[in-house]
């Protein structure tokens, strides 16, 4: 039976629990469709009234955690997860040190992203940018796009490429032009977790293919099809979010074929393809005629830059565009600006260069902390794929991991439907301030991993 430990909590009883609720769902130990204590019975352990109890289950339930039914009890909604990460009180301000989020480091990006400002700030083209602009973008952006995009090996022209708010934006398009409520979806075992919500917001059904050391196997995937007829396949080929796996040319012709004879459409996310070191050709490039291609510069420039490409067949290029258009009227102007100006003249290669840097000594940085543990990763990745020692489960790192300041993404957000979490973890090497606070905050995780995880989370 669940027991919310109150120790170290500050505010109302009813909000203490409250927030141990919120704890312990995104830490998965309550899990969705867990019953909880009954009022009376919570009450008589806490020691507290009925009163302050029901209170707390409400305030619980506002926050979209549980869900009470009348003569059942309260119940773990599903979802309730995702929302317990927006709840969750902040930890350590600012001295916690940033280990979840996978973002490239910023600092070596600001003094172009300035100068970038300043010369739109001083445009005769401002009054243009900060208007109303066509939901598929404008047309020097999408030429710039195509420009990008045909280095991955994909010939296209600013004709067949939209421009979107972000590659997610762009990926929710994908889903909701190309999918219907009910469909099954194709995904890697372990796949992005705002794949995970999108599926849940459009009521997709996500059909996890298993995956070998290069991503996901054509056996599987050609098996998962037939048994489910799903017929779009969402894939992470390069550089792979969270396993860091990249397929090779020979596999990526092998999926392409593959999909062709099932008749899948590829929904490619390729916002890595940029960073990655000597990247194989997009997956798209081997079945143009068959995929929706997707980028952004939110990895390869900065990630407030909130502008993604898509490119696609001309027969796709209506319903992607109708999606599109029903999610976001248009892609910020004066961001694609930016960015156009940064593919046309050579700043998106300076930057990515200058990325890649800054990631190959957070990688070294990560191989002398780290030392005795295993790990993956490739050149240019920001995050490494971490094997958790036992007896530690990701869950159970996530909660202890907090209480000493270090911010982290639970694994259970990677894993679609109910199969099980790996023990293993995704660690983001660059979003630390720079390499020594990198440092100390994986000294700081090798020293939690040395602990008893028992004793750790009793701390906790």
Not at 189 to 197: D, F, H, K, P, Q
Not at 302 to 310: K, M
Request: charged residues 25%; hydrophobic residues 40%; neutral net charge.
């Amino acid at each position: 039976m669940w027991m919310p430990s109150l120790v170290d909590r500050a505010g109302p009883k009813y909000l203490r629990i409250a927030d141990a609720i919120a704890e312990d769902v995104y830490a998965g130990r309550l899990k969705v469709g867990e019953r909880l204590p009954t009022h009376r019975d919570l009450a008589w352990r806490l020691g507290v009234t009925v009163g302050t109890v029901s209170r707390a289950y409400a305030e619980a339930e506002r926050r979209g955690l549980v869900a009470g039914e009348v003569g059942r009890g309260s119940f773990v909604k599903a979802g309730a997860r995702s929302q317990a990460t927006l709840d969750m009180p902040a930890v350590g301000g600012p001295q916690t040190i940033e280990l979840g989020v996978n973002r490239p480091p910023t600092h070596v990006i600001a003094p172009e992203y300035a100068e970038a400002m300043r010369r739109i700030a001083g445009s005769n083209a401002l009054g243009e940018l900060i208007n109303y602009q066509a939901h598929t973008g404008r047309w020097e952006h999408r030429a710039a796009g195509a420009q990008w995009i045909r280095r991955r090996g994909i010939e296209v022209g600013p004709e067949r490429v939209l421009v979107t708010s972000g590659a997610e934006h762009a990926i929710t398009a994908a889903l909701m032009a190309f999918s219907d409520p009910g469909d099954p979806i194709l995904v890697e075992e372990l796949t992005w977790s705002g794949v995970r919500a999108l599926s849940s917001l459009l009521r997709l059904s996500l059909r996890p293919v298993a995956m070998d050391g290069e991503g996901m196997t054509p056996e599987a995937l050609e098996a998962t099809a037939r048994a489910s007829g799903a017929r779009l396949l969402y894939t992470t080929p390069t550089l792979h979010n969270p396993t860091t796996k990249t397929m090779s040319v020979e596999r990526r012709r092998v999926i392409a074929e593959l999909c062709r004879d099932l008749g899948i459409t590829i929904v490619e996310d390729d916002i890595y393809g940029y960073i990655a070191e000597d990247p194989p050709p997009a997956l798209s490039s081997y079945a143009p005629e068959r995929s929706i291609y997707i980028t952004g510069a939110s990895k390869a420039m900065a990630p407030s830059l909130r502008i993604g490409f898509a490119a696609m067949p001309s027969d796709r290029l209506g319903r992607f565009s109708s999606a599109a258009r029903a999610t976001n009227w248009m892609a910020p102007p004066v961001m694609g600006q930016i960015v156009a100006d940064w593919i046309e003249d050579g700043t998106c290669d300076v930057l990515a260069d200058r990325i890649r840097r800054e990631t190959k000594t957070r990688h070294a940085v990560a191989a002398r902390a780290l030392e005795g543990l295993t790990w993956h990763s490739k050149p240019g990745c920001f995050h490494i794929w971490l094997e958790l020692p036992e007896p530690w489960r990701a869950q159970d790192v996530v909660a202890a991991a907090r209480q000493r300041g270090l911010a982290m993404t639970s694994t259970e957000l990677f894993v679609p439907g109910r199969a099980e979490t790996p023990h293993a973890m995704r660690i983001t090497l660059t979003a630390a301030a720079d390499a020594e606070e990198l440092e100390r905050g994986l000294r700081l995780l090798v020293d939690l991993l040395r602990s008893d995880p028992d004793l750790s989370l009793a701390a906790a």
